[in-house]
């Protein structure tokens, strides 16, 4: 699924507006035996959301200062997401811009944190279907394989070395 999703567009309506753009980098995640997983230990207080259903957001913070946004993917009872690493931004470019004070380039939603911060993803939405509502995605651009590429996740402690991460081969907004 984290494959499928490069190229679909990401959309949050605010009270400040609308903005979104299409995911070019994307990293999946599994349930127990992903020793980077927030879900390997099976289900908690903060991990249930990963066992489904499908579709929903799981929204989390971390270090004190980054919220992260991953789409729920696997069937109901299962765990699954992939975490929505960075977005090409296709409107709402001043908004991202403001939200980032940043003037303009790549730095505005290259990376998970950078990404929740232009287009206001918060714990807020943790839990909200992606599938209706103000924050969604929908199906877009469809890439071959020679367009993608596969390494392995980049950021996390334990099963790093597995080929999960996606991403849009070169294009400029991918994290790194």
């Known amino acids: 699924m984290a494959r499928e999703l490069l190229g679909c567009t990401l959309w949050h309506t605010t009270p400040s507006g609308k ?9 999946g995640y599994l349930g127990h035996g992903d020793d980077a997983s927030h879900a390997r230990f099976g289900k908690t207080p903060r991990s249930r959301v990963l066992f489904g259903p499908p579709g929903l957001a799981y929204v989390y913070f971390v270090y004190g200062m980054h919220h992260m946004f991953n789409v729920v993917t ?3 009872g299962v765990a699954g997401a992939v975490l929505i690493r960075a977005l090409e931004p296709l409107q709402g470019l001043d908004l991202m811009k403001e939200r980032r004070a940043k003037p303009d ?9 950078r990404l929740c911060q232009a287009i206001a993803i918060t714990l ?3 839990e909200a279907d992606l599938t209706s509502g103000p924050l969604g995605i929908w199906q877009g651009r469809s890439f071959a394989d020679s367009e993608a590429e596969t390494t392995p996740r980049i950021g996390v402690f334990g ?5 999960y991460r996606f991403t849009v081969k070169g294009n400029p907004y991918i994290s790194r």
């Open 159 to 163: 099963s790093v070395e597995e080929p």
């Open 124 to 126: 807020e939405q943790n």
């Open 105 to 113: 380039g790549v730095g505005l939603s290259n990376g998970p944190g």
């Open 74 to 76: 696997e069937a109901d």
């Open 19 to 27: 903005v979104g753009g299409m995911i070019v980098e994307t990293e």
